[in-house]
């Protein structure tokens, strides 16, 4: 099974401040038609999560541009460029490379 | 607009059964593969399962810890996706979300607490 291991596990961080959240994954994601499906979820307190990244860096309609995904082959990345306070929750990469499989979570909370 | 709506949720004792329903609405559901993810409370997310859509054969697949004892369906024509788990244990307690295989419409859950 791949295994999603995401750092750190708790982020806080300053209102207007960039963060960034590292998902290592136990094998390659690239898959055998050349794309890395590798994505990014949002789950805000008491609400079901929500896609912002897919395939490592496309942002979803809607989510706002401080949001960006970068990495390839084991190693990802997703970056807030400047924290707001709507943007408390919990962070999940997830795979879909190699069945599915999510990151642990990293919860971003305000300092 | 995009809706998916779960229910069938409920308390049900060790070794029972339950079916769960996800209502889709504002997508062609016909052309979406489907997927069940849960989640215990204030854990992480764990994926169920999976169907194809009819064109790809319906085919399902399953994660380990439910393989064997937890059934995905889907019927095109109510646009309705379906989980029927048997054999439940304790550690099957959760949220159960429906969502498209592509994970960008997610229902808003549904609980299911297995205890005796």
């Known amino acids: 099974d791949v295994l999603l291991t995401q750092s750190p596990l708790s982020l806080p961080v300053t209102l207007g401040q960039p963060a960034s959240i590292s998902c290592r994954s136990s094998?390659?994601?690239?898959?055998?038609?050349?794309?890395?499906?590798l994505s990014w979820f949002q789950q805000r307190p008491g609400q079901s999560p929500r896609r912002l990244i897919y395939?490592?860096?496309n942002r979803d309609s809607g989510v706002p541009d401080r949001f960006s995904g970068s990495g390839s082959g084991t190693d990802f990345t997703l970056k807030i460029s400047r924290v707001e306070a709507e943007d408390v929750g919990v962070y999940y990469c997830m795979q879909a490379t190699h069945w599915r499989t999510f990151g642990q979570g990293t919860m971003v909370e305000i300092k | 607009e995009v809706q998916v709506v779960e229910s069938g949720g409920g308390l049900v004792k060790p070794g029972g059964s339950l079916r769960l329903s996800c209502a889709a609405s504002?997508?062609?559901?016909?052309?979406?593969?489907m997927s069940w993810v849960r989640q215990v409370s204030g854990k992480g997310l764990e994926w169920v399962g999976r169907?194809?859509?009819?064109?790809?054969?319906?085919?399902?697949d399953y994660a380990a810890p439910v393989k064997g004892r937890f059934t995905i369906s889907r019927d095109d024509s109510t646009n309705t996706l379906y989980l029927q788990m048997n054999s439940l244990k304790t550690e099957d307690t959760a949220v159960y979300y429906c969502?498209?295989?592509?994970?960008?419409?997610w229902g808003q859950g549904t609980l299911v607490t297995v205890s005796s």
């Open positions: 094998q390659s994601l690239v898959f055998r038609d050349g794309n890395t499906y």
């Open positions: 169907i194809k859509r009819k064109i790809d054969g319906e085919t399902t």
């Open positions: 504002g997508f062609t559901f016909s052309n979406a593969w």
């Open positions: 395939k490592v860096s």
């Open positions: 969502t498209t295989d592509e994970f960008n419409y």
